[in-house]
């Protein structure tokens, strides 16, 4: 440091002490980690897997709060304000143009006196009352928000709260992705090297709390028991002769038919409750009784339920006799089971548009779907993942993907903030036609196809130029591998010739 001018001292000494902060700064904040210490204890029990998927879900907890925030935010906070007369605004009501009177007729409600079990119905499938809160679409049939200064438009920020946490979770789902990928092409070495590196180089010296000590023991432990099994799978799988391995393939194969069978008997019963739960749901269900009435109300969510509920245990039951490795066996069970509550959302948002969209006695051509039975299908949509979210809260995620975003099966003429418009993405050309000539001109040039073309050619270039670089610093970190393997190899010779010379110099003197 004394050879350097006051300015370079200046800028060293900074930059330690903003590393120094930083460093401290991460040490605090670790400290703040929602289930801190429960997923270290988990991770001491039952080893670095099953704390990586609890590690997920914490994940997941963290996106969905980030997600309810954006949309309170974006939409649901200025019809607050101005519902509740907090700040001096008002909603902007555009009449509806160019459209048939029988397309916005939206009942809400039934009048009258009305039985104290049905208030009960309501709040369990999010009808009735439940119908006109700010939790289903057909609350927002505004078109604005007018501010003293500005108009808060409403559909667009619909929308675009919509784009926005799903860029989000992507960005966010790649970049732990990437991470992950990072380590796993680290830790790729071989089981030798994974014994040696858990035994003489797995332990924190930075750990001094006893309990912490304790957990993390344990841990390499776990993980040193499923490398052992590991071990014994591929070397009883290394010794097993041409005749076995038919026959294990056989197996495979025939089980493998026995899941896609349970598959298609869950979404065939999926598809088959929810025509059924539609059907019945329009035919006088105030005079059944509150029994009979919440189970048709409820029966494709309990499909649903009953479905991911016990798949699970069959794959696991079945995945026993396939004679997989530990870590396989994990990996395959999870693939199924998340294949599995994936595709019975999709069964029964495809169930649905079907029923939306199908006429039985008249034409659906003067609203686009069948205006008499669903007259705002997106909250009737809406309706059923309410109660689906109340059997299986997981399904939050997949509402969000397979429900909200896909609202382009023409928008509802009776309800919500595309009234005016024929697909809710109607609104962003609206939105562009008022920015100036200049401004025009760009967004047009980058959405065309001239533009779209190249940029998907290079993001492809790029992609795979990262792909070749990542191969290329594996096969460095492999071939660096082999040095320090001959190296090690290397001393091992000096020093059993070093210990022969000292055994013949010993003989000469003796």
Same mark, same amino acid.
């Given at each position: 440091?004394?050879?350097?001018?006051?300015?370079?001292?200046?800028?060293?000494?900074?930059?330690?002490?903003?590393?120094?902060?930083?460093?401290?700064?991460?040490?605090?904040?670790?400290?703040?980690?929602?289930?801190?210490?429960?997923?270290?204890?988990?991770?001491?029990?039952?080893?670095?897997?099953?704390? !990586?998927?609890?590690?997920?879900?914490?994940?997941?907890?963290?996106?969905?709060?980030?997600?309810?925030?954006?949309?309170?935010?974006?939409?649901?906070?200025?019809?607050?304000?101005?519902?509740?007369?907090?700040?001096?605004?008002?909603?902007?009501?555009?009449?509806?143009?160019?459209?048939?009177?029988?397309?916005?007729?939206?009942?809400? !409600?039934?009048?009258?006196?009305?039985?104290?079990?049905?208030?009960?119905?309501?709040?369990?499938?999010?009808?009735?009352?439940?119908?006109?809160?700010?939790?289903?679409?057909?609350?927002?049939?505004?078109?604005?928000?007018?501010?003293?200064?500005?108009?808060?438009?409403?559909?667009?920020?619909?929308?675009?709260?919509?784009?926005?946490?799903?860029?989000?979770?992507?960005?966010?789902?790649?970049?732990?992705?990437?991470?992950? #990928?990072?380590?796993?092409?680290?830790?790729?070495?071989?089981?030798?090297?994974?014994?040696?590196?858990?035994?003489?180089?797995?332990?924190?010296?930075?750990?001094?709390?006893?309990?912490?000590?304790?957990?993390?023991?344990?841990? =390499?432990?776990?993980?040193?028991?499923?490398?052992?099994?590991?071990?014994?799978?591929?070397?009883?799988?290394?010794?097993?002769?041409?005749?076995?391995?038919?026959?294990?393939?056989? =197996?495979?194969?025939?089980?493998?038919?026995?899941?896609?069978?349970?598959?298609?008997?869950?979404?065939?019963?999926?598809?088959?409750?929810?025509?059924?739960?539609?059907?019945?749901?329009?035919?006088?269900?105030?005079?059944?009784?509150?029994?009979?009435?919440?189970?048709?109300?409820?029966?494709?969510?309990?499909?649903?339920?009953?479905?991911?509920?016990?798949?699970?245990?069959?794959?696991?039951?079945?995945?026993?006799?396939?004679?997989?490795?530990?870590?396989?066996?994990?990996?395959?069970?999870?693939?199924?089971?998340?294949?599995?509550?994936?595709?019975?959302?999709?069964?029964?948002?495809?169930?649905?548009?079907?029923?939306?969209?199908?006429?039985?006695?008249?034409?659906?051509?003067?609203?686009?779907?069948?205006?008499?039975?669903?007259?705002?299908?997106?909250?009737?949509?809406?309706?059923?993942?309410?109660?689906?979210?109340?059997?299986?809260?997981?399904?939050?995620?997949?509402?969000?993907?397979?429900?909200?975003?896909?609202?382009?099966?023409?928008?509802?003429?009776?309800?919500?903030?595309?009234?005016? #418009?024929?697909?809710?993405?109607?609104?962003?050309?609206?939105?562009?036609?008022?920015?100036?000539?200049?401004?025009?001109?760009?967004?047009?040039?980058?959405? !065309?196809?001239?533009?779209?073309?190249?940029?998907?050619?290079?993001?492809?270039?790029?992609?795979?130029? #990262?792909?070749?670089?990542?191969?290329?610093?594996?096969?460095?970190?492999?071939?660096?591998?082999?040095?320090?393997?001959?190296? !090690?190899?290397?001393?091992?010779?000096?020093?059993?010739?070093?210990?022969?010379?000292?055994?013949?110099?010993?003989?000469?003197?003796?």
């Amino acid at each position: 440091m004394k050879y350097l001018s006051e300015w370079d001292q200046w800028k060293r000494y900074s930059s330690k002490s903003w590393k120094r902060f930083l460093e401290k700064a991460r040490e605090m904040t670790s400290h703040l980690e929602l289930w801190r210490e429960d997923i270290r204890s988990i991770e001491g029990k039952f080893g670095t897997g099953i704390q !990586s998927y609890f590690s997920f879900l914490r994940f997941l907890v963290l996106l969905n709060l980030v997600i309810f925030l954006i949309i309170f935010l974006l939409v649901l906070l200025p019809i607050l304000l101005t519902e509740y007369k907090i700040t001096n605004s008002s909603f902007v009501l555009v009449p509806s143009k160019d459209k048939d009177i029988q397309c916005t007729i939206y009942p809400i !409600s039934s009048s009258g006196l009305i039985y104290f079990y049905s208030y009960i119905v309501d709040l369990l499938s999010g009808t009735g009352f439940l119908e006109e809160t700010c939790l289903f679409y057909g609350h927002y049939t505004i078109d604005g928000v007018k501010f003293q200064n500005f108009t808060y438009d409403l559909p667009l920020a619909y929308l675009l709260s919509t784009i926005a946490y799903l860029t989000l979770s992507l960005l966010w789902i790649v970049k732990r992705s990437v991470e992950g #990928f990072k380590v796993n092409l680290i830790r790729s070495e071989e089981h030798f090297q994974s014994y040696c590196n858990k035994i003489f180089a797995g332990w924190d010296f930075c750990i001094t709390n006893r309990s912490m000590a304790d957990l993390k023991h344990s841990s =390499l432990q776990y993980e040193l028991r499923a490398d052992l099994e590991e071990e014994r799978i591929r070397q009883k799988i290394a010794e097993r002769t041409s005749e076995e391995t038919i026959k294990i393939y056989s =197996l495979r194969l025939f089980l493998n038919c026995i899941v896609l069978a349970v598959l298609g008997a869950c979404f065939y019963a999926i598809y088959t409750a929810t025509i059924f739960s539609q059907e019945h749901m329009k035919k006088e269900i105030d005079k059944m009784v509150f029994g009979e009435n919440l189970l048709i109300l409820y029966l494709p969510s309990i499909v649903i339920t009953l479905a991911n509920f016990i798949t699970p245990m069959i794959f696991a039951r079945i995945i026993q006799y396939e004679d997989y490795s530990p870590g396989f066996e994990i990996r395959l069970t999870i693939l199924r089971c998340v294949f599995m509550r994936l595709a019975t959302i999709c069964v029964l948002v495809f169930t649905l548009g079907s029923k939306i969209t199908s006429c039985d006695n008249y034409s659906c051509e003067l609203c686009g779907y069948n205006q008499k039975l669903y007259p705002c299908w997106e909250t009737q949509v809406g309706q059923e993942m309410y109660k689906l979210m109340i059997f299986d809260l997981i399904i939050i995620l997949a509402v969000t993907l397979f429900v909200d975003f896909p609202r382009n099966i023409p928008s509802s003429k009776g309800c919500g903030p595309f009234t005016n #418009f024929n697909t809710t993405w109607d609104v962003v050309p609206k939105t562009v036609s008022t920015f100036p000539s200049s401004l025009q001109s760009l967004v047009h040039g980058i959405t !065309s196809e001239a533009f779209a073309v190249p940029f998907f050619m290079i993001i492809c270039l790029i992609m795979f130029y #990262f792909i070749a670089l990542a191969g290329a610093h594996k096969r460095v970190v492999v071939q660096l591998r082999e040095q320090l393997s001959l190296e !090690s190899r290397d001393k091992r010779y000096l020093i059993q010739k070093l210990t022969e010379a000292q055994r013949e110099m010993r003989n000469r003197l003796d």
